[in-house]
């Protein structure tokens, strides 16, 4: 069974950081792409970043140059580095994942900016 534990959100002031951590257990199968998405309240989930098997990566624009996202396929985990955090980040991040032809989600983790 296929599980995936996020963990790194909390609570943190404008202009902070925070690293996103989702370890992914129960693989039988390379992973493909890795990747964060957020949904605020009221708002529809989006995506934040993603990264391929191969490395490439791709943000969303609103978090470009300020967010980073790594994995280390050893560990099967995919990271998500937050730096000049802003209010508008606030929202529940969920990492996704893509092994072979299925998706699968974390159940998220809270990430809320103070202004």
């Known amino acids: 069974q296929v599980q995936l534990v996020e963990s790194g959100g909390g609570l943190v002031q404008a202009g902070g950081s925070l690293r996103l951590s989702c370890a992914a257990s129960?693989?039988?199968?390379?992973?493909?792409?890795m990747g964060w998405y957020r949904q605020a309240p009221g708002k529809q989930r989006d995506l934040v970043a993603v990264?391929?098997?191969?490395?490439?990566?791709n943000y969303a624009d609103s978090v470009k140059g300020r967010f980073t996202i790594s994995r280390d396929d050893a560990k099967d985990t995919v990271y998500l580095l937050m730096n000049s955090l802003k209010p508008e980040d606030t929202a529940v991040y969920y990492c996704?994942?893509?092994?072979?032809?299925?998706?699968?989600w974390g159940k998220g983790t809270l990430v809320t900016v103070s202004s």
């Open positions: 990264i391929t098997s191969g490395g490439s990566t």
């Open positions: 996704n994942i893509n092994v072979r032809v299925m998706n699968y």
């Open positions: 129960g693989i039988w199968y390379s992973i493909n792409t």
